[in-house]
């Protein structure tokens, strides 16, 4: 009888021991198997999120372009013409021009603020350049201003989310002073929309269109300084129109000397002829 209880409990045992080992086996297998789906778990997103990346379409750039030229030409008449027309082909137009005589420099000046679009502004330099005799200085600057757009556009669409907020609260608001308060709110948003808006229009405007300064000048006739005889005989004759100018406007400007010395002429007469009838009489 002993015998037979300790069969059974032995077989127990082993059977206990064989489970605990299954178990204990198959615990392990799934503790070492979660770090490696957990690693595997953090690649896979890491893929997504540099193929995400990868596929995300690049910004386009913003570039401002714009320059200044200076150049001589034999004749202003013509290069005025000629930069009009260059405009006119390229889609361009002027801003602001002036015309100018230096007479320090001996010459007469012309100059254009052009604008013309982006695209077009290299074709339109050179169109320019061609035409010159003599260029003087020639530059161009380019500045990039895509992170400045992005962050005009972002802050414009916030802004805008912020507009629609408040508008669907306006149409769930029922007390008035909530609605004021609303209001009012809503009246700043769009002021603020508004003038980022203003930055927005301006910044693209710049982009479109390249602005170039061109300033042209020609050379004019040196002025007579006296050396020849014509330059001096009219000369003399000038001067001498402006002594007598100054002669005539002088005595005119001493009339009332000239009123006393009357008066006292026409006493001096009247007593002389006076004293002769008085003697005449005696």
Not at 41 to 50: M, V
Not at 146 to 156: F, H, S
Request: with cysteine; net charge positive; hydrophobic share 35%.
């Amino acid at each position: 009888m002993k015998k037979l209880v300790f069969a059974i409990v032995l077989c127990a045992a082993l059977t206990a021991c064989g489970h605990k080992d299954k178990v204990a086996s198959q615990y392990s297998a799934i503790v070492l198997k979660a770090p490696q789906d957990a690693t595997d778990a953090i690649d896979k997103n890491l893929d997504g999120a540099k193929s995400s990346k990868q596929e995300k379409p690049a910004i386009e750039k913003k570039i401002i372009k714009n320059g200044s030229i200076t150049f001589e030409t034999n004749d202003i008449t013509k290069t005025r013409k000629a930069i009009g027309s260059s405009l006119d082909k390229l889609d361009g137009y002027i801003a602001e021009e002036t015309e100018t005589n230096n007479g320090d420099d001996n010459r007469k000046e012309y100059t254009v603020k052009a604008r013309v679009p982006a695209k077009n502004f290299d074709q339109f330099l050179e169109a320019v350049s061609s035409g010159a005799d003599r260029i003087d200085s020639k530059n161009t600057n380019i500045k990039d201003v895509t992170t400045e757009y992005i962050d005009i556009t972002t802050q414009l669409a916030n802004k805008k989310k912020l507009e629609d907020s408040y508008l669907a609260l306006l149409k769930k608001g029922t007390k008035i002073s909530d609605l004021l308060e609303i209001e009012n709110k809503l009246t700043e948003i769009q002021s603020d929309i508004e003038s980022t808006q203003g930055q927005l229009n301006y910044l693209t405007k710049q982009v479109e269109y390249s602005e170039l300064d061109v300033t042209f000048y020609t050379k004019l006739a040196a002025e007579d300084k006296g050396k020849t005889f014509g330059y001096k005989f009219l000369t003399a004759l000038s001067d001498g129109w402006d002594i007598l100018g100054g002669l005539f406007f002088g005595f005119i400007g001493l009339w009332p000397v000239w009123v006393v010395i009357a008066i006292m002429y026409m006493i001096v007469t009247s007593w002389r002829k006076k004293n002769r009838e008085r003697k005449a009489k005696a």
